[in-house]
């Protein structure tokens, strides 16, 4: 899951997205890591989708299935904290390639804005 429309762009700008190389992503190819995303892959979301959007403040969000982005040669690397124990870095795909993995819909608990 991920807040927001899921946009090429969105993933393609993301805060802390880097490169393979450690760099700001410059071309419209370059294969995208530290994506933030949330994951039940580690820690169980008893209630699914409405824990993990919990966490983000996003009226719409874009969920993608595991296999789906595994089968794009996608990685998922969880590095959940205290405050989220579901935060997971996506990695290893294009911008396109991250969009596409993606379906929006609307956050079924979003986190209240401050």
Sequence with gaps: ??????????????????????RTPSKPDD????????TDLVEAAPNGLSDLGSTMPHNTIGVADSDD?????GELTPSGNIRN?????????????????????KNPNPKPRK
Excluded: Y
């Excluded at 124990?85 to 819909?105: C, I, R, S, V, Y």
């Design 69 to 73: 982005i595994e089968a794009l040669r």
């Design 31 to 38: 294969k995208l890591f530290q994506i933030s995303t949330n």
């Design 1 to 22: 899951m991920r807040g927001g429309a899921c946009a090429p762009d969105s993933f393609f700008k993301g805060s802390g997205v880097v490169t393979a190389t450690g």
């Design 85 to 105: 124990p579901w935060h997971t870095d996506l990695g290893n795909l294009t911008k396109d390639e991250a969009a596409g993995a993606f379906k929006t819909q």
